[in-house]
């Protein structure tokens, strides 16, 4: 049985890059998320796990190739397990 990840933080130079390019600031992506603003920045920038609701809010705004590209994955064997479940 596979253990179950408790959240998976963010690659902050990734997400910066993709709220510039897509007009969004940190405050539409916090509240989106039910952070506030000052959360969303201490998460990114300290590397905190984001819980199931707030990958699934991302995983949703951003789509799913964007999303992945954004999320940290503790092996690059998950990572790569992941990647051919969601994308074949």
Not at 44 to 62: A, D, G, R, S, W
Request: charged share 25%.
């Amino acid at each position: 049985m596979k253990p179950r990840v408790e959240g998976y933080s963010i690659k902050t130079w990734t997400m910066q890059q993709w709220i510039c390019s897509n007009g969004y600031t940190q405050s539409h992506i916090a509240k989106l998320l039910g952070l506030s603003t000052e959360e969303f920045t201490k998460k990114l920038y300290e590397h905190e796990k984001f819980n199931e609701y707030q990958v699934c809010m991302l995983i949703e705004l951003m789509k799913a190739q964007d999303a992945f590209k954004v999320l940290y994955f503790p092996t690059m064997k998950m990572r790569r397990r992941i990647y051919k479940e969601v994308f074949g």
